[in-house]
């Protein structure tokens, strides 16, 4: 059993996503992976309003609740781990919800690269140089 716990992006302990909706991949609140997790649920992000309808276009309805699943369905402002391919590909499209860094797993920037995730971060590291 691997007991190293996961990191984020920032190079520290992963923090939790949100736990009201409970988010992730194992549904345990924090944005961690494993090769069963074929979407890659690694990005936490603050979902919009415009990238919630992006989703639904591209067959992804975050926003009806799914009561089989527990899911209570999305509205904007809340946080959720999404896969790292679908949040690139807001990126592109020019709407990638903000993403909180320090709830971010590391192995995203497997998909996406870093600066594109600090230049949407909510938690951004400060830049202490003169």
């Not at 979902?47 to 899911?71: C, H, I, K, M, W």
């Not at 709830?103 to 400060?126: F, Q």
Request: proline share 8%.
């Amino acid at each position: 059993m691997n007991t190293t716990p996961a990191l984020n992006v920032l190079g520290t302990t992963l923090l939790p996503c949100s736990f009201a909706p409970l988010t992730g991949f194992f549904r345990d609140g924090c944005c961690k992976t494993d090769a069963h997790d074929h979407g890659r649920h690694l990005v936490c992000t603050q979902v919009t309003a415009e990238f919630l309808a992006f989703s639904v276009a591209r067959g992804n309805d975050l926003v009806s609740p799914r009561a089989e699943y527990l899911f209570p369905g999305l509205k904007p402002g809340d946080f959720w781990c999404l896969c790292a391919l679908r949040w690139s590909e807001a990126l592109e499209a020019g709407i990638a919800p903000p993403v909180k860094l320090a709830a971010t797993h590391e192995a995203v920037t497997r998909y996406v690269s870093k600066t594109a995730l600090l230049r949407h971060a909510l938690d951004a590291p400060s830049n202490t140089a003169p």
